[in-house]
């Protein structure tokens, strides 16, 4: 139980364009997901975090015009990278926050989206 | 604000023997939780082991351990009889228990070599 799902896997985009990545909870309900990004060889950089039906708090530094996140609903999370740039080329990936037995919390990762502006 | 670091960018160890990954933390809280996950080649992070603070036994899942040391802020993970498919990225991170805190904070990684 408790699996993401995180679409597309990869994508190459042109430059300018906008690209759209989702990430569903198959079997649970997810009202917190994370939206993480990570460099070639690096850890993986939180860049924020969205609650289902409220707005994303974003973490320092990241342009929230650019990373457009909306969480509409309880299994479905997005992240729109618009007018991507090369510099925009990395690695993202989704985690969801799941209820484990009465009061406990586990976190299930998707397996990430790799995308290349050119 | 909570940091982790790795300092061991790189380790090598020959199957069947055993290698300790460091990680160490820093953090005015007193409870919390830490974890070790591993990121294979496919990129899938997946959970190795988790520790919660308020507990002094430290964790084992199968051949994975940690020694954790609370007050030296220290929590190092044990990887027992290696293993070819252990090779990957482990990351070691933070987690706070405050309520409303739920992000995780990585350190930067360790890449596990398991040599034949």
């Known amino acids: 139980g408790a699996v993401v799902s995180q679409h597309p896997s990869w994508v190459i985009c042109k430059s300018g364009t906008s690209v759209k990545i989702e990430c569903r909870s198959l079997?649970?309900?997810?009202?917190?997901m994370f939206w993480y990004r990570q460099f070639p060889k690096q850890s993986l950089m939180l860049m924020a975090t969205s609650n289902e039906g409220s707005k994303a708090t974003y973490e320092q530094g990241v342009e929230k015009d650019k990373f457009l996140i909306n969480h509409a609903s309880l299994t479905l999370s997005t992240l729109t990278v618009t007018s991507a740039h090369p510099e925009d080329s990395s690695f993202y990936i989704c985690?969801?926050?799941?209820?484990?037995?009465?009061?406990?919390?586990?976190?299930?990762f998707g397996s990430g989206t790799r995308l290349t502006v050119v | 604000a909570q940091t982790v670091t790795q300092s061991q960018p790189e380790m090598s160890v020959q199957e069947a023997e055993t290698v300790t990954l460091s990680c160490t933390y820093d953090?005015?809280?007193?409870?919390?939780?830490l974890f070790w996950y591993k990121q294979p080649p496919s990129r899938q992070m997946i959970l190795v082991i988790r520790?919660?603070?308020?507990?002094?036994q430290n964790a084992t899942e199968n051949r994975f351990s940690v020694n954790f040391q609370k007050a030296a802020k220290s929590f190092s993970l044990k990887i027992s009889d290696s293993q070819l498919g252990d090779a990957a990225m482990y990351f070691c991170a933070y987690r706070s228990t405050t309520s409303g805190t739920y992000k995780y904070i990585f350190g930067t990684g360790t890449r596990l070599k398991v040599l034949a």
């Open positions: 079997d649970f309900q997810a009202t917190t």
């Open positions: 520790q919660e603070a308020y507990k002094q």
């Open positions: 953090t005015s809280e007193s409870d919390y939780y």
């Open positions: 985690s969801a926050r799941v209820l484990t037995g009465a009061i406990g919390y586990g976190y299930t």
